[in-house]
């Protein structure tokens, strides 16, 4: 039958073949479009998956058959007027090359494949209040954000806007690290960090206010800390590897009796 249809189109030099990458998720929907063009009146449609063109859902002489392979059952809709096929509840086995052949009442003819890529939404980030300082007249706070997943990234919103908020980069130069002054005649402030990748964006919210009793002398204290903190956790990080190196090379230069330092 397939090949029928090579022929057919082949005659009407109507034969046209794309590959397009469709982004599905983990127990969502996905539709994955025909590239039919919309004037055509399709007479038949044949979706078909792996080498050996195995077909999951057709539509021939009037007739619509979605139930042809076990694993699609109850997952499947084909959309006889445009073609197109929708996959229900994604699961990660249904990330594959899917083809879809197409024939018109005038017995023109076009293939186009489709990359379906499964992927698992983004998880919201997490934020922490790492300090909080009070001073005359307001607080500082400082909040961490960090995300499970890879390859994305981080930005705060801050609402209402404050007077004085700076983002820092992690040692790992992502923009995690926020700090903000508030005023104590300030309403409570959101805060909000968001990841997102292409897209896709998860986002995650905090409120935080000023207490009521200030500190005058917290201020220095808290820029202590806060640039220690900092300081450390860069030089750890940035020194990591660094440390790492030099420790196995002196260990596999001194004699096993030397080493009396447990890694």
Same mark, same amino acid.
């Given at each position: 039958?397939?090949?029928?249809?090579?022929?057919?189109?082949?005659?009407?030099?109507?034969?046209?073949?794309?590959l397009?990458?469709?982004?599905?998720?983990l127990g969502?929907n996905?539709?994955? &479009?025909?590239?039919?063009? +919309? %004037?055509?009146?399709?007479?038949?449609?044949?979706?078909?998956?792996?080498?050996?063109?195995? &077909?999951?859902?057709?539509?021939?002489?009037?007739?619509?058959?979605?139930?042809?392979?076990?694993?699609?059952? @109850?997952?499947?809709?084909?959309?006889? %007027?445009?073609?197109?096929?929708?996959?229900? $509840?994604?699961?990660?086995?249904?990330? =594959?090359?899917?083809?879809?052949?197409?024939?018109?009442? =005038?017995?023109? @003819?076009?293939?186009n494949?489709?990359?379906?890529?499964? =992927?698992?939404?983004?998880k919201?980030? %997490?934020?922490?209040?790492?300090?909080?300082?009070?001073?005359?007249?307001g607080?500082?706070?400082?909040?961490?954000?960090?995300?499970? /997943?890879?390859?994305?990234?981080? %930005?705060?919103?801050?609402?209402?806007?404050?007077?004085?908020?700076? $983002?820092?980069?992690?040692? /790992?130069?992502?923009p995690?690290?926020?700090?903000?002054?508030l005023?104590?005649?300030q309403?409570?402030?959101?805060?909000?960090?968001?990841?997102?990748?292409?897209?896709?964006?998860?986002?995650?919210?905090?409120?935080?206010?000023?207490?009521e009793?200030?500190?005058?002398?917290?201020? +220095? =204290?808290?820029?202590?800390g806060?640039f220690i903190?900092?300081?450390?956790?860069?030089?750890?990080?940035?020194?990591?590897?660094?440390?790492?190196?030099?420790?196995?090379?002196l260990? /596999?230069n001194?004699?096993?009796?030397?080493?009396?330092? /447990?890694?």
């Amino acid at each position: 039958m397939r090949h029928q249809i090579f022929i057919i189109a082949f005659l009407q030099g109507a034969l046209v073949e794309s590959l397009k990458e469709v982004p599905g998720y983990l127990g969502a929907n996905v539709t994955l &479009w025909s590239g039919a063009d +919309p %004037s055509w009146k399709l007479s038949k449609i044949e979706w078909s998956v792996f080498s050996n063109n195995t &077909w999951i859902a057709t539509y021939r002489k009037g007739r619509t058959n979605i139930e042809r392979i076990s694993r699609y059952k @109850g997952r499947l809709s084909l959309n006889i %007027s445009s073609g197109d096929l929708t996959i229900h $509840n994604l699961t990660r086995e249904d990330a =594959m090359e899917y083809t879809v052949d197409l024939i018109n009442t =005038m017995k023109n @003819g076009t293939v186009n494949k489709i990359k379906l890529k499964v =992927m698992q939404r983004l998880k919201k980030p %997490s934020v922490k209040k790492l300090v909080t300082a009070s001073v005359e007249g307001g607080c500082f706070v400082v909040f961490d954000c960090s995300s499970q /997943d890879q390859d994305v990234d981080l %930005s705060w919103e801050v609402g209402p806007l404050t007077k004085t908020a700076y $983002n820092m980069s992690n040692p /790992d130069g992502k923009p995690g690290v926020l700090l903000a002054f508030l005023s104590t005649t300030q309403k409570p402030v959101h805060f909000t960090c968001t990841s997102s990748r292409t897209t896709e964006r998860a986002s995650n919210a905090v409120t935080a206010e000023c207490d009521e009793n200030p500190c005058p002398r917290c201020a +220095p =204290m808290f820029f202590l800390g806060l640039f220690i903190a900092i300081a450390i956790a860069a030089g750890m990080y940035c020194f990591r590897e660094k440390i790492k190196s030099a420790w196995k090379c002196l260990k /596999d230069n001194l004699p096993k009796s030397e080493i009396a330092i /447990d890694e």
